[in-house]
Every structure is written in C-alpha cells, then in structure tokens.
C-alpha cells in the first residue's frame, strides 16, 4: 500500500469474519498514530459497521478511498501515495488476511516493507503476534531469510534485480526504483556505524554513484 493494494474477497467465510474484521478495525484506528478521516477526507465521519462495512481516508492528507464490505468483490484497490493514513489502511488488511485466511487475496505494488507503519501497528494493539505478510505466494516481494534460496524465489524465476552491496541479499521485482530507494535509505543514508553503510567512496566504487545526486 505504499504504492497500491489490491484485493479480493469472496465465500460464506469471508462474510462470517467480516465482524471480528471490523472489531480488529476499530481497535486499529483507535491507535493509530495517524488517525483516518472520512471516506471523501478530512473530519468527515468514518464508516466502521458490520453492516455498512469500513470505509476511510486521510483525515489531512487524503488520496483514495479504502472501502471493505461483507459483500463478495471480485477486484478492489487503493492507492494512498504513502499518505499517513496508510498505516491504517495496511494494518487492517494484515489483520483481515489473519480473521479470514484463503477467503481474501491482497496484493501491492511496493514490498512488505512498504508495510512497516502497518507492522508497528499491529504490534502496538497485539504486541504478542507478529505481523505475517499477507500477500498470495507469487506476489509477496520480501520474504524472511528462511522463506527463499539465494535472495529470492518467484514463480521459479530469478528476481529483476538484486543490491549490490555486498552482504546485502535482498532483490526487488518488477521497480528498479524499489530497489534505488532501498541502496538510497538503506545503505548510503544510514548510520555509519551501522551494518550495511556505504561510505561516500564506496558507493562511487560499486557504481552507485555520489549520494548528492539523488536529492
């Protein structure tokens, strides 16, 4: 979602889960750091009902509207452009995928990085679970170090691309620019004590150019 989500969800089951969704969703909002506004955004009223389903935007920096029903949908998505209310939006469908398993599919644009703000927030109102990657197999970008072979598995192809900084495993589908972002924040913004830091002259040595040149 930090890019786009999309989403389907179908059966009897989804539909039986739908209330504990919507309880997990209202516990969600209630802590989230940045709160939703109203499905058109701003302070307008949320919509969070087993009826009328969970409908919300941003409530100062609003993009699309994220809706969930009861009601079966072949394809939905939502784009929030990284707005702050995507830390919601990403937190709920974590725990949709927990409450109704097989019976709703999510996919992104981004990684499951992409997600983190959802993760903190999950971990905030169940800090006993860990927030699992509810993306279907063959689209889930980032996977934990026990789930792939030598930097990544997908549909028994090879990643696009991998970061060439060396120690550094992880591989990006599909954007180039997820995996410049990634060398960007990752390793040539990042503490220099920290494992992973390139040094001004390092970067310029693997071909990754002056850090000055990417803002």
Same mark, same amino acid.
């Given at each position: 979602m &930090?890019?786009? $989500?999309?989403?389907s =969800?179908? #059966?009897?089951?989804?539909?039986a889960?739908?209330p %504990? !969704?919507v309880?997990?969703? *209202?516990l969600?909002?209630?802590?989230? %750091?940045?709160?939703? &506004? $109203?499905?058109?955004?701003?302070n307008?009223p949320?919509?969070? /009902? #087993?009826?009328?389903?969970? @409908? ?6 609003d993009?699309?509207? =994220?809706?969930?029903? +009861? +009601?079966?949908?072949?394809f939905? =998505?939502?784009?929030t452009?990284?707005a ?5 939006? *990403?937190? !709920? ?5 927990? @409450?109704? &398993?097989?019976?709703? %599919?999510?996919? #992104?644009?981004?990684d499951? #990085? ?7 927030? !999950? ?7 860990? +927030?699992?990657?509810p993306?279907? @197999?063959? /689209?889930?970008?980032?996977?934990d ?7 990544g598995?997908r549909?028994g192809?090879?990643?696009?691309w991998a970061?060439?900084?060396? $120690?550094?495993h992880? *591989? =990006?589908?599909?954007r ?13 913004t990042?503490?220099?004590? %920290?494992?992973?830091y390139v040094s001004?002259e ?8 002056? !850090?000055?040149a990417r803002?």
């Amino acid at each position: 979602m &930090g890019y786009a $989500g999309a989403f389907s =969800f179908y #059966s009897e089951k989804w539909a039986a889960a739908f209330p %504990k !969704i919507v309880e997990d969703a *209202t516990l969600i909002i209630a802590n989230a %750091k940045n709160p939703p &506004g $109203g499905p058109l955004g701003g302070n307008g009223p949320l919509t969070v /009902s #087993s009826t009328d389903g969970i @409908r919300l935007n941003g409530l100062y920096e609003d993009y699309e509207p =994220f809706e969930l029903t +009861a +009601a079966p949908v072949d394809f939905e =998505f939502c784009k929030t452009a990284r707005a702050p209310y995507d830390e919601t939006v *990403t937190a !709920i469908l974590i725990r949709a995928k927990v @409450r109704a &398993g097989s019976a709703i %599919k999510i996919s #992104s644009d981004g990684d499951w #990085s992409d997600w983190q703000d959802g993760m903190d927030l !999950i971990a905030r109102v169940w800090p006993k679970e860990k +927030a699992a990657c509810p993306f279907e @197999r063959t /689209s889930c970008k980032d996977y934990d170090d026990d789930d792939h072979d030598e930097g990544g598995y997908r549909e028994g192809k090879l990643p696009d691309w991998a970061c060439p900084v060396p $120690g550094c495993h992880k *591989t =990006f589908w599909e954007r180039e620019d997820n995996l410049m972002a990634h060398i960007t924040n990752v390793h040539l913004t990042a503490d220099e004590k %920290k494992p992973g830091y390139v040094s001004p002259e390092e970067a310029i040595a693997l071909g990754l150019g002056s !850090i000055d040149a990417r803002f």
